[in-house]
């Protein structure tokens, strides 16, 4: 976990500062730490790809919603900026180490998405990565309806890579 808070604090002061090749250097030694063979979990790359998808759809749709708006110096001002896309990439990361003990808890898992992801955004607001736009609070409960759906997803998925591939090794 501590590697997502250090990507976290990285990405989002990064952003705000305009040295976005921050984000992008930590993912990587965040990356090679859990790929290590001892670390590695079957399922973790393919995590990413999926958690880099479900990223791109949600924070470009509260972009074009209107709610957020990323740090300038991105290319594509109307999308997700990489920056929280390799979040994203960093948070499936831990869906089979520090957050496995969630898969099982999927109900949890969705109450705390829900609420403590609408709060990382507000702290990165605070930070000048994000400016919250809109005046009204339903930004708060959509970005928390989405975590409610998008992390219990991610850890089910989690679990369900590892039953497919101990099923692999079961049949062989």
Request: charged share 10%; aromatic share 12%.
């Amino acid at each position: 976990m501590l590697w997502m808070q250090v990507l976290w604090f990285g990405a989002i002061i990064g952003a705000a500062e305009g040295q976005l090749w921050l984000a992008p250097l930590l993912l990587t030694g965040f990356a090679f730490w859990e790929f290590q063979p001892v670390r590695r979990v079957y399922g973790d790359f393919q995590l990413m790809l999926v958690a880099v998808l479900i990223g791109l759809i949600l924070d470009t749709s509260w972009v074009k919603l209107g709610w957020l708006e990323f740090a300038v110096g991105e290319t594509f001002p109307h999308r997700a900026p990489l920056w929280i896309l390799l979040l994203w990439a960093g948070l499936a990361l831990t869906l089979n180490h520090s957050l496995a003990w969630l898969q099982s808890r999927l109900v949890l898992a969705a109450l705390l998405g829900g609420v403590s992801s609408p709060l990382s955004y507000l702290g990165a607001s605070r930070l000048g990565a994000v400016k919250i736009v809109t005046e009204s609070g339903g930004w708060f409960l959509g970005l928390g309806l989405s975590w409610a759906v998008a992390l219990p997803l991610l850890l089910w998925l989690a679990s369900h890579l590892k039953k497919i591939k101990q099923k692999g090794q079961a049949d062989v």
